[in-house]
């Protein structure tokens, strides 16, 4: 019996609002990476290939594919895409199942959601000052990637999983919506104020 109650408290399952996050969230993503992959394909079939999504000089997604930053790992980055946000989908499903996880599972989830974030935040920078130009579909990504990292993060936090102060688990279990909504609204400010004058004419 002792055990069994030691097994509980070793792993946890979800409420279905974070797994049905994590679905929609990692299909969003899945979808975002699916297009930019097959745009990329044609892209290298014919430089001059303008993708849908590219509509305007600052909304220009053939720009940042062409750049070196598409490729940080040698190949186009929406491939990686398509294997992390797959990952993201099979655990939402899995939890909408009732599966529950041991704490190393959530806690490498966590890791890997923090470098998504990482290298999203980065992909937000060049993609803002030195590509000068979005891809719409990149920032459907990055909106995904920063919803999962939060909420993942928060629900580790809340099962004591990560350590952190009763006030921090308490904040978070009542208001969990806050710290991406705040992270959400830095970038849209910071894509509002890079074109403030493209924005406004």
Known sequence: MAEAAGLRARTAGSGRGLALLLVVTGAAGLLASWVITLDKFKLLEDPDFTPGCSL????SCGSVMKSDQAEVFGFPNPMLGLVAYGIVVCVGMSL???????????????????????????????SLYRINALCLWCCLAWIATILVFWYVTSFAVRREFL????WLRSFLDEFTWVPPV????????????????????
């Open 56 to 59: 305007n000089p600052v909304v």
């Open 96 to 126: 909408l199942a009732g599966a529950a996880f041991p704490r190393w599972y959530w806690l490498t989830l966590d890791a890997g959601c923090l470098f998504g974030v990482g290298f999203v935040s980065w992909l937000q920078f060049e």
């Open 163 to 166: 350590p952190a102060p009763p």
């Open 182 to 201: 705040l992270h959400l609204g830095v970038v849209g400010m910071l894509v509002l104020t890079r074109w403030w004058d493209f924005w406004t004419s």
